[in-house]
Every structure is written in C-alpha cells, then in structure tokens.
C-alpha cells in the first residue's frame, strides 16, 4: 500500500481565517482519490499563516520527520510556491524528499524525473521568487504613496483608543475616538505627566482598578504602556514608517529583524487627538527623567549596592537587586529577590527572605578578607578531603560509569544514524543533528579523561594551589597597609575578582569564590563557604567549608 501525505500552507493570518487553506487542502483530497489512494489524517500537514520564506514551520518539520522515518511515499502539494516562496529552499526540500525515494506531485506543475523538468521547476521557482518580491515592493510603495496623502488605511491596527472604520474606499478609512478606552488613556497620561509616576506605578495602579487591556489580561505589560505613552497618534499625528526590516545572518541563516526608524523619516498622519500636545510632551519628558533615573539607580546613584549583580535566589534563580524601604521616617537598605515584584506574568511571586545591606555585605566581605589573609585554607581542605577519601573507590566507579553510559549512547547513536530500520519513533537524525550530538559526546569523555587525571596527578594539584595561594597573597599584600579604609570601588573590583556567585537560601547563604590561577595556565578551583541563619546575624553565622568543584 502506498502511503500518501498532503501539505498546504497560506501566508497571512486573514487567508488562514477566510479558509484558504481549507479550499487548498480540498482539491489536494480531490486528487489523491482520483489517483485512487487513501489519505490518513495522521498523514495532513499544513501551515497557517506562516511565511514560505522561511523554513522554520511546524507543518513542515512535521512532514519532514516522516519523510526521514521512512513513513512516506508520495507527498502532494498544490504548488511549488507552497512548498517554499525561495527557490535554493524549494531545490533543498526536493532534494531530500528524493533521496528518501518520495515522488511530489504539485496539482499545477508536472513533474518528471528527469534534468528538463528539474530545470523548468526551478525558472519557475524563480520567476515565482521575483514576482513576490515585485508585490511587496509595489505594496510598500503604495503604502508609502497613501501615507503621504493622509490616508490612515495604511496603518494596520488601530491603536489603543481608537477604532478602525473601514471603507470600501481605503483612502476613507478613518480613525475613531473609543470614548471607553480613551478615559484609560487620559488617565495614564495624566498619572505620568502630573502625578509623575513610573510605568511600573501605572502597571500597579491599572491592576487595582481591574482595568483590563483590549484583549482582556488583568495584567498590563510595561513596555506596552510605554509604547502607548510614545506614540504620537494620541496628539493628533499617527506615524507611519516607524519600523523597518532588515536582514541579518545567523548562524548560516538569513532572518528578519525589526528595527526602529529615525523619527525624522515618519510621515504624520492627522487623526482625533485624545490629549493635547502640551501633557504629551510632559508625558515624554517624564519617561526620559524615569529612564534617566533607572540608569543611576542601575549604575549606583545614591546608594551603591557592594555585591550588585553576584547575589542570586535559590529558591526560584532570579537575581537579587538592591532596594529601600522607609519605617517610621527611616530608610533601610535590602537586597530582595527581583521575582517578589514580578507582577506582568502569571507565576506567583517568590517568598524569599528580604536580607539586609549592611549584614549580607559585611558578612562577605569578612570573609573575603579571611581568604586574603589565610589563603593556606585552600591547600588545607584540599588535604582534609584527600584524607578522608584516600580509601575511597567511589570515584574510579562512578568515572567508569558514566565512560559507559557515554560509550553506549555513542554506539546507540551510530545504530540509529546508519540504519534506517531502526530509527524507529526516535525520529529521523539529520547529518548535523548526529555531528553535533558526536562532537557533544566526545567531549564529554575527554573532560572525564581530564578529571581522571586531575584526581590522579595530585603533585599538578598541590602546583596549581601554590600558583593560586601566591597570587592571592600578591593580592593581599597590595591592599595590606589600607585593608580596613579601601574606598568602595576598590572593595567592589576586590569581591568582583574573587566572588562567582552568592545564593540566598530560605535559611542560609551560600558563597561560591572563583579562585583561579595567575595567567600562565593550571587549575580553576572554586571555593564554596556555607553558613547557616537562625534568628542570628548572617555575619555571626558563617559556618566555612569548603570543596572542590
């Protein structure tokens, strides 16, 4: 039994609602039971409102999978168009789908096996490329023509406030007030522009009011607010020309990326204004001192956070920032976890402890400062640990079985990539996907190799540890004679150089250091201190250990 598969794709989400791709997929049936095959649901693929210059399309990676599991005979397709608007990606697609030996049928173009046919489908691949590219550019010129004599057709979505009101006639289609949605406007403009809030106030204040956005989340995005308060349609003058394509090149592949455009090349569309220019102009002044603002708070401003990007949650991974909180007329400096305010998507916030500045960064820098004064600790838990595992074989076991479950996915690996028979549901395996996945592997046993050989040339260890212990004494003995008056800045590139990371736990801190070698090469040790907190101060509670990593 042959076993047949269709694909069918429109470009445009109002072509994928108008059931366009739907009529597609008729005549496709219509076909396939005039061949007198039978089509299995299982076997329809199709992309809705996707761009066929792309390649990255569920539907497709779909169809692609069974062609490469072998699951497919004949695959038809109303046009090669269909199939891809580029012709190198049409000559790709068909390529593979011939060496999985699959016959493709477009209704609208014979084809045959042979140099001619494959020559004239790919002029025709081409030719279809152009045109394409001809319509868009004839598009955009029409659009940037109405633009210039007002016509607000040319903007796609009415703005928040507005609505659209078609007209046979594009060049009468006009913009609305909604009386609703621009009481909602006004008010953030005038919540930013009198009140001279920040937009995550606007968000707050949105929230308690259970004002909803068009499309009814509870919660209003910022950036989405900050576009509206931006955009210059609420005075009177729509912008049209605001954003550009560019092409850019990733990772061997050609993408879109979205820019903005220099404000001096918009064209300015008159529309009913919903506030008057004089608080839209306060409105942006606002932004740009809030923007301001959040730079000096992110670079330091009046408080300056000591350990300002190293402090993480380990309760949810989110970074800690550092905040102020005013009681009773005092002002008190934390470091809090940046998911207790998250408040624009739907997880729930985080329950970790606020900690205090002054405890959490004092508690650090001591130990910081025991590290630069005592850096023999290094070698000494080294030797702690190898004492009490020099009877230890677990080490030699458990390299040995991860060598082994690496070994055996490398050959479970070869076996699918080589032989089709048994690929099986763990899905075809391209060239690139089996290199990768080798090369991953690979690696991963040599770095086995290199911890085998760290465990067992202990003499490269005690070398590396030296190296290290002479370059944090070289450290120490610069700041020595002003250790207890070093400025911020200094103490700031000191805890910089020796601090990876810090975790804030629900009941203790924990310290990874990143301690590493002078330049000319050796081990990286990290050092980990963990300190338990139990109604105390952090700083008295700092219980050191250590471990290799």
Known sequence: MITVALYARVSSKSQAQNNTIESQIAELKHRIAADKHELLNEYEFKDDGLSGWSLEREGLDALRDKVGEDQIDKIYIHSPDRLSRKSAHQMILLDEFEKAGVEVIFLNHKTENNPESKLLLGMQGLVAEYECTKIMERSRRGKLHRAKKGCVSVIGIAPFGYNRIKHVDREKTKFEINEEEAKIVKQMFMWVGQERISIREVVRRLRDKSIRTRTG??????????????????????????????????????????????????????????????????????????????????????????????????????????????????????????????????????????????????????????????????????????????NDESSDKKFARRENQIKQGIEKLMEDYYSQENVGDKGYISKEEFKQTMKRMRERLRGIEEEKKKVADQKAIEKGMNLIINSIKSLYSSVKSNLEQLDWQTKRGIIKALVERIQIGYDQVEVAFRIEEPAQGGEIFNLQHCTGRHDKEISEMFRVTFSFL
Not at 246 to 251: F, I, K, M, S
Not at 310 to 337: I, M, P, T
Request: overall charge positive; charged content about 35%; glycine content about 6%.
């Open 217 to 390: 989340k509870k919660v209003w995005c910022p950036i989405i607010i900050w576009k509206l308060l931006r955009n210059p349609a609420y005075k009177g003058q729509a912008a049209f020309g605001k954003l550009k394509r560019v092409e850019r090149r990733e990772r061997n592949k050609q993408k879109v990326s979205i820019c903005r455009t220099d404000e001096d090349s918009w064209i300015y569309i008159p529309v009913p204004k919903i506030v008057d220019e004089g608080l839209f102009n306060k409105v942006q002044k606002q932004l740009d001192e809030n923007r301001k603002r959040a730079r000096i708070q992110r670079e330091g401003g009046k408080k300056k956070y000591l350990l300002q990007g190293l402090v993480v949650c380990q309760n949810c991974g989110y970074a800690y920032s550092g905040a102020q909180c005013g009681v009773e007329g005092k002002k008190f400096s934390y470091y809090r976890c940046s998911s207790t305010i998250r408040i624009t998507d739907g997880r729930e916030k985080c329950t970790n402890k606020l900690v205090r500045t002054d405890m959490l960064e004092t508690a650090i820098w001591e130990k910081v400062k025991n590290l630069l004064k005592n850096p023999e600790i290094i070698k000494n838990e080294y030797h702690r640990r190898i004492a009490e595992n020099k």
